[in-house]
């Protein structure tokens, strides 16, 4: 992909939208894109988290202990659990069309986020709203 091509990609996943050019062209640097088939599972439950995943464009299907809990589109992320808190994937995530996908292994994104506040933010403030969806019987 030519490097305009990957920067307006970019510029289409919500997470990197509010980036001036400078950040995403550092952002460019840290991600990969990968285009994965329907049916290609991205995460297992229980597995070592190593990447985070933003949709361009397909659609994701997130189970966790064997039932669906969200499908996940262009614009959404997933991955960043694991790699925050260094724990084992909290659900299986599966493409469920095909699907084109920037991905960051765990240094880039741990880079990503020391290196832009904003950007740490949203993935925090989106960590929290799973974790109120996964339990809402907890007090928060």
């Known amino acids: 992909m030519h490097r305009d091509q ?3 990609m970019l510029r289409r996943v919500p997470l990197f939208a509010g980036c001036p050019n400078r ?5 460019e640097s840290l991600a990969d894109e990968v285009e994965v088939p329907a049916g290609k ?3 297992r439950q229980g597995d070592t988290a190593q990447e985070f995943f933003a949709i361009v464009e397909g659609h994701l299907q997130v189970d966790r202990d ?3 809990v969200a499908r996940l589109g262009p614009g959404d992320f997933v991955g960043e659990i694991g790699l925050v808190d260094g724990g084992p994937r909290t659900a299986t995530v599966t493409a469920d069309s095909p699907a084109r ?3 960051m292994g765990r240094r880039e994104f741990h880079s990503l986020l ?3 506040p904003g950007i740490r933010l ?7 709203r799973r974790i109120r ?4 019987q907890a007090v928060h």
């Open 6 to 8: 990957k920067l307006e």
């Open 101 to 103: 996908l920037l991905v």
């Open 122 to 128: 949203e993935v925090l403030e989106a960590l929290a």
């Open 66 to 68: 064997g039932k669906s």
């Open 41 to 43: 599972v991205l995460m």
């Open 114 to 116: 020391d290196g832009h």
């Open 133 to 136: 969806g996964l339990d809402g």
């Open 23 to 27: 950040d995403l062209h550092e952002i």
